[in-house]
């Protein structure tokens, strides 16, 4: 059995073609983000052209890597959102005149539901788990059952991936801030800067735009915007940053994992790269007995894998979807 996956939510436009459940043929991915370096952050318009021009090369790519022709297909996974409407719709548009010119069945999948499942290629996924999402547009703790997700807590305000991007944006470090940051803060004294937790009225949910505005006013006076001469340097605020906004992710997961009392974590999103939350929230998790998982590098951020395995679980459990769906921007999790 061979599913195509194709993921176009935001800046990626991705192809991939999946043999089965765990045998990966292809994963194209063509970004566009070095046309949104200089805004600091993703255009939407921008990124929806970039896909509309890629995704049928990508697509070709993808086949040409894998060694098939479009007609030795059988499944066909796309992401259905959450995400830009823009770029959703170039994917969805794609997909739904291939699955109706090949004559073979089509399935909207969630963005966020395969972030987490990226973990799974050749490794069975655990019965029970606490999935701790992290990506740029979202940041969530989620319980897994028997292949069923339920949200347990979000952020209330920006996604962590946010944070960084902004973070970095306001101390000058380009753009996509995380990668920047994980390796600037690596040189900075992590304890240079106490940043104050956020109070969140639910134990499960987050809070990260307040981290963003205490490295603003850093590094400029609060009433009159000008510079300060005595603000700390930049690899320190980066390091402190990362110490303070991982801590507490590290923290929450751990607890969800105790309430549930499950033993495994599953992390997935563009964040699950970040080389401090990988140490420190394996080390953490150890000293309680549970084990965590990330997905391999190559899966962390944004691709079409992710998507046909999802698609080829949904396609076993019989969920396929009609010919009439459409992307939805703020899909949540089923
Ligand atoms: O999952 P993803 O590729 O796209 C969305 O679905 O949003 O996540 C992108 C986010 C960006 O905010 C980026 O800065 C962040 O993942 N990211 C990282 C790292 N690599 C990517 N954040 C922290 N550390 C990293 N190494
Ligand atoms: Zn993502």
Redesign the pocket.
């Known amino acids: 059995m061979l599913t195509l996956g194709i993921e176009t939510?935001?800046d990626e436009t991705s192809c991939a073609v999946l043999k089965g459940q765990d045998t990966l043929l292809s994963n194209i991915v063509s970004s566009s983000l070095f046309r949104h370096k200089k805004f600091g952050g993703v255009v939407p318009e921008i990124a929806s052209r970039h896909s509309m021009e890629q995704i049928q090369c990508v697509f070709e790519e993808a086949l040409h890597e894998a060694k098939i022709k479009a007609k030795d297909l059988d499944l066909i996974a796309v992401t259905q959102g959450p995400g830009l409407i823009g770029s959703l719709f170039v994917g969805v548009a794609f997909a739904k005149a291939l699955a109706y010119q090949l004559g073979i069945p089509l399935i909207g999948v969630n963005?966020m539901e395969a972030?987490l499942v990226a973990n799974f290629f050749g490794s069975p996924e655990p019965k029970r788990y606490i999935g701790l999402l992290v990506?740029?547009?979202h940041t969530m703790l989620t319980y897994c059952e028997k292949g069923k997700i339920h949200v347990m807590g979000e952020t209330v305000d920006d996604a962590v991936?946010?944070a960084?991007?902004k973070v970095a944006k306001i101390l000058g470090l380009g753009y996509?801030?995380?990668?920047i940051?994980?390796q600037l803060a690596k040189t900075g004294n992590p304890r240079s800067v106490l940043f104050t937790r956020p109070k969140q009225d639910r134990r499960f949910d987050f809070s990260f735009s307040g981290v963003k505005t205490a490295v603003l006013y850093l590094l400029q006076d609060f009433k009159t915007g000008k510079p300060k001469a005595d603000a700390p340097s930049k690899k320190d605020i980066a390091a402190s940053f990362q110490h303070a906004v991982i801590g507490w992710l590290v923290e929450k997961a751990i607890d969800a994992c105790e309430f549930k009392k499950v033993s495994d974590i599953v992390v997935g999103?563009?964040?699950s790269?970040?080389?401090y939350l990988r140490e420190k929230l394996t080390r953490d998790a150890a000293a309680q007995g549970i084990k965590v998982w990330f997905p391999p590098f190559a899966l962390?951020?944004?691709n079409a894998a992710m998507i046909a395995r999802r698609g080829y679980e949904l396609y076993k459990k019989g969920k396929w979807s009609k010919l009439n769906m459409t992307g939805e921007p703020a899909l949540m999790i089923q």
Not at 176 to 179: D, E, K, L, N
């Open positions: 939510s935001c963005h972030h990506s740029g547009g991936g946010e960084y991007d996509p801030g995380g990668p940051i994980d999103g563009g964040v790269a970040n080389s962390s951020t944004d």
